[in-house]
Nanobody, 128 residues
């Protein structure tokens, strides 16, 4: 099993920044891709970004062009999501997820059902 624990959420003003962290523990060997998703009240879970653990290749949703950055620290088994130029519409619970298969197409990284493990989420609230 793999345990994921998100942190770093909170309240920010529009235009501000936050950095979310996702610390992984357990059987993390073999995790191929890590993703960040978000879910606002009354909406479906939405893909934000993904990163291939070994190569560091990144993928982003078209909804956050240039504002969010995903990265990883292999030594700490931690994935980060830097949120810049925050907008009120970024308000949501942000979830970290891990995908074990090396054969998942990158075009499927945006699909929540492809991921094997999920964290409990961290709330991000952006005030105008």
């Amino acid at each position: 099993q793999v345990q994921l624990v998100e942190s770093g959420g909170g309240l920010a003003q529009a235009g501000g920044s936050l950095r979310l962290s996702c610390a992984a523990s357990g059987r993390t060997f073999g995790i191929y891709t890590w993703g960040w998703f978000r879910q606002a009240p009354g909406k479906e879970r939405e893909f934000v970004a993904a990163i291939k653990w070994s190569a560091g290749t990144t993928y982003y949703s078209d909804s956050v062009p240039g504002r969010f950055t995903i990265s990883r620290d292999s030594a700490k088994n931690t994935v980060y999501l830097q949120l810049n130029s925050l907008k009120p519409e970024d308000t949501a619970v942000y979830y970290c997820a891990a995908l074990r298969s090396a054969y998942t197409r990158s075009s499927d990284y945006s699909k929540p059902e492809r991921y094997d493990y999920w964290g409990q989420g961290t709330q991000v609230t952006v005030s105008s």
